[in-house]
């Protein structure tokens, strides 16, 4: 069974940073792209970043470009979205999801950016 | 960018309608479009990928089509399971960009 668990929210102040995890089980991360989308309270799903099956290519929303890296551990089957210099506007639940159509989702880790 | 714009952005149905959700790409995306429900306090599920493919598991009454830059996602035999809120998503070119949804509602 594919099972996706975010981990690594919190509440961090402007400035600051935080590393988001996802581990994967039930497939190999590795033979896949991966993504992260957000969503903010009360709004719509905006994607953030994917990282593709090689892992040779990644790509970001220009809201995060510059900021934000995306990466991955085969070793232990886990993405990861390294986000520096966070603004209020990140504030969101923060998914995982599975190729480039998403197929499959976590349950989402919740960061706030607040002082 | 490509904007991606849902119509209508809600809708009242009953149970037992059949619905229709309109999706349109300002600018040719082939087929490579997603939909996905969510319910309140719960991470979206994907119903439909490549713009008329139903992912393992989701019931007949979903159904997509589409290509180009006009897609619809309809479902027929509401019922109160359904009424949720309905995205749509491209894929085709980055940065990929999702509709502004279509939040479903009991009549």
């Known amino acids: 069974e594919v099972q996706l668990l975010e981990s690594g929210g919190g509440l961090v102040h402007p400035g600051g940073s935080l590393r988001l995890s996802c581990a994967a089980s039930?497939?190999?991360?590795?033979?896949?792209?991966m993504s992260w989308v957000r969503q903010a309270p009360g709004k719509g799903l905006e994607w953030v970043s994917t990282?593709?099956?090689?892992?040779?290519?990644?790509y970001f929303a220009d809201s995060v470009k510059g900021r934000f890296t995306i990466s991955r551990d085969s070793s232990k089957n886990t993405l990861y979205l390294q986000m520096n210099s966070l603004k209020v506007e990140d504030t969101a639940l923060y998914y995982c999801?599975?190729?480039?159509?998403?197929?499959?989702w976590g349950q989402g880790t919740l960061v706030t950016v607040s002082s | 960018d490509i904007q991606m714009t849902q119509s209508p952005s809600s809708l009242s149905a009953s149970v037992g309608d059949r619905v229709t959700i309109t999706c349109r790409a300002s600018?040719?995306?082939?087929?490579?479009l997603a939909w996905f429900q969510q319910k309140p306090g719960k991470a979206p599920k994907s119903l439909i990928y490549?713009?008329?493919s139903l992912q393992s598991g989701v019931p007949s009454k979903f159904s997509g089509s589409g290509s180009g830059t006009d897609f619809t996602l309809t479902i027929s035999s509401l019922q109160p399971e359904d009424f949720a809120t309905y995205y749509c998503?491209?894929?085709?070119?980055?940065?990929?960009?999702f509709g502004q949804g279509t939040k479903l509602e009991i009549k």
């Open positions: 999801a599975r190729y480039n159509n998403l197929d499959f």
């Open positions: 039930g497939f190999t991360l590795s033979n896949y792209a």
């Open positions: 990282i593709s099956a090689s892992g040779a290519s990644t």
């Open positions: 490549s713009a008329s």
């Open positions: 998503q491209q894929y085709n070119r980055y940065p990929c960009t």
């Open positions: 600018q040719d995306i082939s087929n490579n």
